[in-house]
């Protein structure tokens, strides 16, 4: 079993700056990629930025430039910097992660609990 707990959401004014954390824990695993999520009030999952093992990241271009993702693996956990924040950024963030237990293992597909994110002045 693989676990993912979220940190860092809370309120803060328009323009200024978030760092959100998912750890990982449990057993011998592999993480592929780990993707963060949010979904605002009364709309639709969206993607706002994905990290792979080989280091490649995608982010769309409503949060390019503004908001990093990256990684510490010693720590197994990964971030989400998030700076410049604007009201339309208010939501639910989401972390997910792909990966396999074990060399042989089979694959798995994990969600954290979501922490809340508010941008209002």
């Known amino acids: 079993q693989v676990q993912l707990v979220e940190s860092g959401g809370g309120l803060v004014q328009p323009g200024g700056s978030l760092r959100l954390s998912c750890a990982a824990s449990?057993?011998?695993?592999?993480?592929?990629?780990i993707t963060w999520y949010r979904q605002a009030p009364g709309k639709e999952r969206d993607l706002v930025a994905r990290?792979?093992?080989?280091?490649?990241?995608n982010y769309p271009d409503s949060v390019k430039g503004r908001f990093t993702i990256s990684r510490d693996n010693a720590k197994n956990t990964v971030y989400l910097q998030m700076n410049s924040l604007k009201p339309e950024d208010t939501a639910v963030y989401y972390c997910?992660?792909?990966?396999?237990?074990?060399?042989?293992?089979?694959?798995?597909?994990?969600w954290g609990q979501g922490t809340l994110v508010t941008v209002s002045s």
């Open positions: 997910n992660a792909v990966g396999q237990f074990g060399s042989r293992g089979n694959a798995f597909d994990v």
């Open positions: 449990g057993s011998v695993f592999y993480i592929n990629t």
């Open positions: 990290i792979t093992s080989g280091g490649s990241t």
